[in-house]
């Protein structure tokens, strides 16, 4: 067990090579913060995050993976994850979240955010600080060589203080030169997270997806991505990938101009 996480343990040059993805990956992020507006069509921001990665001469990952199409997932108000980029314009009340991952010298980072379109809900608003919040307290929360259940304890306790829900069916997930690998790391507490640990030097992303209604999903059978709620409840998300240093956890996707811890919604 141990020995299958020391593996994934990444020496310094390696985790420069995380640090360059991360780094270029929120600048790409902050690119397109801008741009995020009532009027613009998800596969207009879809076409942005592709031009700003192939121009700077990196490799959009979700492009092509899995047979997915397109440079990045929107996902819109009862949207989970794994939005497609399309015809649809945003308009006034949406949330909407933008799931970046990006390859740089064959390292990954990944990241998300929600952003509030126009004068959201209440419930819209509260959803989308419950998912950030609860990212980061699961963040704040870990120590080298603690287990991935930390994370899920943190989530579900965050998610529970507002009525809201944690979905199961998709969770974050170890990265480095592939895009998802070991270990699983689930938002909410199971045995398998128990036993495993965040060793110093490991790469993982924290995205808990949190449902304002109940925790069931509902995967779209044409298009075999988009995943909704089952209720059709609104669900928010936020991402980071981080990287476990002798210290504690160093978040690589910091953006210049993104939300901070405390953030106010
Ligand atoms: N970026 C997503 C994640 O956080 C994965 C998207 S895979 C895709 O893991 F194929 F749907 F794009
Ligand atoms: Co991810
Ligand atoms: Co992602």
């Known amino acids: 067990m141990l020995q299958n996480l020391r593996k994934l343990q990444l020496s310094e040059v390696q985790r420069q090579g995380m640090r360059a993805a991360g780094q270029f990956n929120a600048q790409l992020m902050d690119y397109i913060r801008g741009f995020i507006q009532p009027g613009i069509t998800t596969g207009e921001i879809d076409r942005l995050v592709h031009e700003y990665t192939i121009s700077h001469k990196h490799t959009p990952a979700t492009l092509g993976y899995l047979g997915y199409s397109k440079s990045c997932c929107t996902s819109v108000n009862d949207v989970i ?15 909407i979240n933008v799931d ?11 990241q998300s955010e929600t952003f509030l379109i126009g004068s959201v ?5 509260a959803v989308t600080q419950c998912a950030f919040d609860a990212m980061h307290r ?14 899920g304890e943190n989530v579900v306790a965050e998610a529970d203080k507002y009525g809201f829900t944690v979905v199961r069916e998709y969770v974050g997930h170890g990265l480095g030169r592939r895009f998802h690998q070991y270990p699983n790391v689930p938002h909410f507490p199971d045995r ?5 640990h965040l060793l110093p030097g490991m790469c993982f992303t924290v995205e808990p997806m949190i449902n304002a209604g109940a925790r069931f999903t509902k995967p779209d059978t ?10 059709g409840s609104l669900s928010a998300q936020f991402e980071h990938t981080i990287l476990m240093t002798e210290n504690g956890p160093e978040i690589l996707t ?3 101009n993104g939300p901070k811890i405390g953030h106010r919604f």
């Open 138 to 151: 699961a963040i704040a929360a870990l120590t080298p060589g603690c287990t991935v259940s930390v994370i």
């Open 222 to 231: 044409t298009d075999n991505w988009t995943v909704r709620t089952r209720d």
């Open 81 to 95: 994850c794994h939005g497609i980029p399309g015809p649809y314009a945003l308009k006034d009340g949406d949330i």
């Open 121 to 125: 809900s209440d419930k819209a608003r």
């Open 254 to 256: 910091t953006c210049a």
């Open 100 to 110: 970046i991952t990006s390859i740089v010298d064959g390292w990954h980072g990944d």
């Open 192 to 196: 398998k997270s128990r036993q495993d």
